[in-house]
């Protein structure tokens, strides 16, 4: 299994998700030109790709998603049925060619040929949001942004990955500090908002283990947060600090617009 963050930010999300007899979008929250454009700077024909996941409704998230279906049939799109209900009452991504939509809906588990994939509720103000674990010959990743805070439960589902892309949004003092508005501040630090740095590593703490060997920082604000910042919470937390990882985990950092190496997990 192969795994690149092609862009994360508040500016619009999509990662591809290779395995010998798939390529998949976690998320589709650019333009079908942009995605197409970063999927080519990994090598890979936004023609192969069969099938997209989507997180939640949030427009970071499902922007673009409306405009792939339509325009490459062969895409397959999995939400779970509040997100999809939304997306489909509301028009907020156009019309959508029915027989694309398939439902996965939190707690289930699917397998699709060498792809096997769970889905896990999170805390967030969107219509139903959830994430998801992606395995595939053994290896496991899990992908968690936009969530208020990480649950048992969900660290229960997570535990053990190979590789995860998790949430580091935002430095508190920075959020604090800045120009937002106050409810928007309370809406970020909230149970259905964002993952600190801090909280982002002190969940991660919980979940690692000698084999991961990957953890992506994603869905850094551009505000409230800084590339330095976020790297060194993870690594004083992670690699410095108790985690039970091997001394080679590597630590990368994603951008809204330039994708990671598409890495073999």
């Known amino acids: 299994m192969k795994v690149s963050v092609l862009a994360s930010g508040s500016t619009g999300n999509t990662s591809l998700i290779v395995t010998k007899q798939h390529k998949i979008l976690m998320d ?12 080519a700077e990994v090598g890979v024909d936004i023609k192969d790709i069969d099938m997209a996941f989507l997180s939640h409704d949030h427009t970071d998230h499902s922007g673009g998603l409306g405009v792939l279906m339509r325009r490459y049939p062969q ?3 999995f939400a779970n049925s509040g997100t999809w209900n939304y997306l489909l009452e509301s028009k907020k991504i156009g019309k959508l060619p029915v027989e694309q939509i398939n439902t996965i809906e939190s707690g289930q588990t699917k397998t699709f040929g060498d792809l096997d994939v769970t889905a896990f509720a999170t805390s967030h103000d969107a219509a139903d949001p959830q994430y998801y674990v992606f395995e595939s010959d053994g290896k496991r990743i899990a992908f968690l942004t936009d969530t208020g805070y990480v ?3 969900v660290e229960g589902v997570i535990k053990d990955a190979d590789a995860y ?11 604090r500090e800045g120009p937002y508005s106050w409810s928007l501040k309370q809406r970020i630090l909230s149970d259905v908002g964002h993952l600190s740095n801090e909280d982002a590593a002190q969940a991660l703490l919980d979940v690692v283990c000698p084999k991961t060997k990957h953890i992506f920082l994603a869905h850094r604000s551009s505000h409230n947060n800084t590339e330095y910042l976020a790297h060194e919470t993870a690594m004083e937390m992670l690699v410095d600090g108790d985690a039970n990882l091997d001394s080679d985990v590597r630590i990368l950092d994603t951008d809204p617009g330039i994708p990671t190496e598409l890495i073999k997990i």
């Open 165 to 175: 892309m998790m949430e580091f949004n935002y430095d508190t003092m920075m959020l």
């Open 28 to 39: 589709a929250g650019l333009s079908g030109k942009k995605t197409q454009e970063l999927l």
């Open 75 to 77: 895409i397959n799109a």
């Open 151 to 153: 649950s048992q439960n």
